[in-house]
């Protein structure tokens, strides 16, 4: 049987170790954020042979959290780790998001902090992958270093649709309003308000303000 042939880019793999592109890959907190990188760190790394850093910021927001990292670079070593300690900038949201939900905040941490703490870590990088989540904050620093930056998003079609026209659908209800009501969402459906995430029902809630954040992900 022939050996296979060395990888090249018709065949999709980055190409040999001279050449072979560093991605930086950038999720946001949580679980369902995290999971989805990984797997693109797996895809990347052993299948395609390229040299991947994973950003973690530390410390977690959850024990599962830190245990699906560990376990996950014991069983990939190829992949880098690369920490972000976010305890040098403590955020305390207790005067501007009193009451605020613990992971909520130390979300809005990671946002606040990361044009800080990202341009250094993308020095020699040949592209980004950022959370749809952090993208408002990636995407200046990567431009700003000339470092390419995609947008991941780990969330189905219909939230990313919610995503987009939610700040519309806050417009036009106009100041005043209470209540999140059915979100019609042109071209796709009506998304009943029973499958609005209850955080969006506030729209002082930080979550809210997370959710709106203008970003620019067209400039990618």
């Known amino acids: 049987m022939s050996s296979p042939s060395p990888p090249n880019s018709a065949s999709g793999d980055c190409p040999g170790p001279a050449a072979t592109p560093r991605i930086v890959l950038f999720p946001s907190a949580g679980m369902s954020h995290l999971v989805p990188f990984i797997r693109l760190a797996i895809a990347l790394s052993a299948g395609h042979r390229c040299d991947v850093s994973l950003l973690t910021a530390l410390p977690t927001v959850s024990s599962a959290e830190s245990r699906h990292i560990a376990a996950f670079f014991a069983a990939f070593p190829?992949?880098?780790?690369?920490?972000?300690?976010?305890?040098?900038?403590?955020?305390?949201?207790s005067s501007e998001f009193p009451g605020a939900d613990p992971f909520y905040v130390r979300y809005e941490a990671l946002r606040r902090y990361a044009p800080l703490l990202l341009a250094p870590l993308l020095a020699g990088a040949s592209a980004l992958v950022a959370d749809i989540a952090l993208a408002s904050v990636a995407i200046p620093v990567a431009r700003e270093l000339h470092v390419p930056c995609y947008v991941f998003f780990t969330a189905s079609a219909t939230m990313l649709s919610l995503k987009a026209y939610f700040p519309t659908y806050l417009d036009a209800r106009g100041a005043g309003q209470h209540g999140i009501g059915d979100v019609d969402v042109p071209g796709v459906y009506r998304i009943p308000s029973s499958s609005v995430p209850q955080a969006l029902h506030d729209p002082g809630n930080i979550f809210t303000r997370q959710f709106v954040t203008k970003d620019t992900t067209k400039h990618t």
């Open 78 to 93: 190829a992949v880098r780790r690369t920490d972000m300690d976010l305890r040098l900038s403590p955020f305390d949201a």
